[in-house]
T-cell receptor, first 111, second 115 residues
């Protein structure tokens, strides 16, 4: 079955790097996503990576994918207080109109 | 209006009430989704509509009834709900069938409380 797992909570100091980790079970996953949810808002897509890639960088965000271990991570450089939110890892398979989400990791940035 | 909008943002209802949640997308997408978000649980996919046809129904109780009159609007009709149905209900849309990533755009959600 499909399962996406994340730790519930991460606390970092402002200016440090944050690394949020995720593991998934379905080896046929085609796309892996990171979404961000701020208080009182819906989920906002931050970035996604195709399963044949191992890294994707977008400004302060770096996504690393270890397909062998089914491990995905999101690194946020120079973390700011505005980065405080819940971050969701998700996966989908090509041809299937379904995205499976993890439970979300709450990132707390300490000034 | 841009993106995905949802109304109402907050709803309190009794177990015998009937209410409806509304979602509208202004992105020209052809697929719409209802999710339930409860504390400390993964996001639960409830319904998927693609080209106005329901393509997925994840064993959702019949007290939840979706309706998709056109590709821009999605409703969730609620009746005789239970307190455990209290949650944040999120609507999303995407452009399905492109063969690429299923990039979903979410609305802000409706916070539902069932008394």
């Amino acid at each position: 079955g499909e399962d996406v797992e994340q730790s519930l909570f991460l606390s970092v100091r402002e200016g440090d790097s944050s690394v949020i980790n995720c593991t998934y079970t379905d080896s046929s996953s085609t796309y892996l996503y990171w979404y961000k949810q701020e208080p009182g808002a819906g989920l906002q897509l931050l970035t996604y990576i195709f399963s044949n890639m191992d890294m994707k960088q977008d400004q302060r965000l770096t996504v690393l994918l270890n397909k062998k271990d089914k491990h995905l991570s999101l690194r946020i450089a120079d973390t700011q207080t505005g980065d405080s939110a819940i971050y969701f890892c998700a996966e989908s398979k090509w041809g299937y109109q379904k995205v499976t989400f993890g439970i979300g990791t709450k990132l707390q940035v300490i000034p | 209006e841009t993106g995905v909008t949802q109304t109402p943002r907050h709803l309190v209802m009794g177990m015998t009430n009937k209410k409806s949640l509304k979602c509208e997308q202004h992105l020209g997408h052809n697929a719409m989704y209802w999710y339930k978000q409860s504390a400390k649980k993964p996001l639960e996919l409830m319904f998927v509509y693609s080209l106005e046809e329901r393509v997925e129904n994840n064993s959702v109780p019949s007290r939840f009834s979706p309706e998709c009159p056109n590709s821009s609007h999605l409703f969730l009709h609620l009746h005789t709900l239970q307190p455990e149905d209290s949650a944040l209900y999120l609507c999303a849309s995407s452009q399905a069938g492109t063969g690429g990533a299923d990039t979903q755009y979410f609305g802000p959600g409706t916070r539902l409380t069932v008394l």
